[in-house]
């Protein structure tokens, strides 16, 4: 099982992930900025959905959070869940994440049809569909 899991953009997708991975143990960390990042800080990770008999469940879990991945240290899973043209400022920060072991999921929406053009390679060209 990871451990230290970073949730690199902890919107609506990365949120309920990182939620969800706290609720089962994992040291939950989160790179965010803005009112997100803020929030983060004063009120953790919180979760509200429908209970089996309709009620609202709420739980809360409390992260680290910080809009500097360096203060986050190497994690054992990075979630990356940005929407694809946020990709490349990730791509430019994430390093201070990762250390040799270190997996990185990504987890983006909004991945458009040409997102592979320029990338060179086995896939050059590919068309997503």
Known sequence: MFHKICIYGAGAIGGWLGARLAAQGAAVSAVARG????????HGLRLREAGDDG???ETVHAVQASEQPAELG??????VAV???????????????????????????????????????????????
Do not use: C, S, Y
């Not at 072991?101 to 569909?129: D, H, I, K, S």
């Open 35 to 42: 009112a997100t990042l803020a929030a983060l800080r004063a």
């Open 83 to 129: 929407k694809a043209p946020a990709m490349g400022q990730v791509a430019a920060h994430i390093a201070p994440l990762l250390g040799p072991g270190t997996v990185v999921l990504t987890a983006m929406n909004g991945v458009p049809w040409w997102f592979l053009q320029g990338f060179g390679g086995a896939l050059a060209g590919t068309r997503l569909e």
């Open 74 to 79: 190497v994690q054992d899973l990075v979630i």
């Open 55 to 57: 009620a609202v469940l």
